[in-house]
């Protein structure tokens, strides 16, 4: 008991100490520093690459999102992720869930954070009618309660497929006290040709960029998974460290936060300027894998090739943008809601 009201009390105040030393058997693993609750009702958006406030991060804090899953990728991910002692958020797909029961319950089994991401993936929420979006996100948890159970602890957390944001889809959300989750680093590892250096060395230089946030990636593809240890080593290296969010509930309060802790803060220092654990090739990019960039795999989901390649010219053109106006938002650290939805995850 006494263990329990400690351990609850850690919660309340968001300061649940973790780390190596509570990882056995891994003492370079990075852990899980610290747990904190949030209200969907009083933060129904977060994420600075599309609105104006994001998670109540400290400087070099650090919240994993994995988008996707289950797929059996997400299996060795789940491994990796236990041998680290790192808790994440899952945004699950719900015909993914239906076809891959197992690993959705490893996923809860270890303790990580479920939320979904509808139920089969469309890339039309930014244009999406009333009911059609109603029905994609109902039936996405309802998959998932389906596999998982009534009783099941499913977070109020949606990310919309591909941040395609639109105010249907955002006022459907809010109608069923579900948070939005945009992102604040985005690593580009649903691209097909992306080595695992590559996901490694974009996932740092954009964090160290913003010096603290939220991360997203893709668990399904192997690639990504091959990036987890070296992200996590490289992260440890320059003393970031992981947070874990849940939702609150009527018997755990949301950690006591001000309006000011919502809004992306500048890095309190410059951008450490090269890799620093890792015994990563090709720091600077690779030619190759820059030509190759028109060919996007929308989450490994099964795609016409041509209108993906079209699809694909079309996302570059409007991430870009919308790239160029989150980096303005950050030199500034005036935050801005809105700004054009970018088909990617
Ligand atoms: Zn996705």
Not at 13 to 25: K, L, R, S, Y
Not at 125 to 142: C, L, P, S, V
């Amino acid at each position: 008991m006494r263990i329990l009201m400690a351990a609850s009390l850690a919660l309340l105040v968001g300061t649940a100490t973790g780390g190596a030393a509570d990882c056995p058997g891994n003492p370079d693993a990075i852990g899980t520093s610290r747990t904190i609750v949030v209200d969907p009702r009083e933060h129904p958006r977060i994420g600075s690459f599309q609105y104006a406030e994001t998670l109540p991060l400290e400087d070099k804090e650090v919240v994993l999102t994995l988008d996707d899953a289950p797929r059996p990728a997400s299996a060795p991910a789940l491994d990796i992720l236990a041998a680290h002692c790192v808790k994440a958020t899952y945004f699950i797909i719900g015909k993914h869930a239906r076809d891959y029961p197992d690993i959705l319950r490893r996923i809860q089994a270890a303790g990580h954070t479920i939320g979904t991401h509808s139920e089969k993936h469309p890339l039309t929420f930014n244009r999406m009618a009333t009911a059609r979006a109603e029905k994609e996100i109902d039936d996405g948890i309802a998959s998932v309660r389906g596999v998982l159970g009534e009783q099941a602890e499913i977070a109020p957390f949606f990310r919309i497929p591909g941040l395609l944001r639109g105010d249907t889809v955002e006022s459907v959300a809010a109608a069923r006290g579900l948070m939005v989750w945009s992102t604040d680093v985005m690593s580009h590892d649903w691209k097909r040709r992306i080595t695992a250096d590559g996901i490694v060395r974009r996932t740092i230089d954009r964090l160290e960029a913003k010096g603290r946030g939220i991360l997203l990636l893709h668990d399904i593809h192997p690639k990504t998974v091959e990036a987890l240890p070296l992200i996590f080593r490289e992260l440890k290296q320059r003393g970031y460290r992981i947070v874990h969010v849940q939702a609150a509930t009527e018997t755990r309060l949301a950690t006591q936060t001000e309006p000011k802790d919502w809004e992306l803060q500048p890095p309190s220092q410059s951008p450490l300027p090269a890799l620093l654990a890792s015994d990563i090739r090709n720091l600077n990019g690779n030619l190759a894998e820059q030509h190759a960039m028109s060919a996007i795999d929308f989450c490994g989901l099964p795609a016409k090739a041509k209108s993906a390649s079209r699809l694909g010219r079309r996302h570059e053109r409007s991430q870009h943008r919308a790239q160029k106006a989150s980096h303005r938002r950050t030199a500034s650290a005036r935050p801005v809601t809105h700004h054009a939805p970018i088909a990617t995850p």
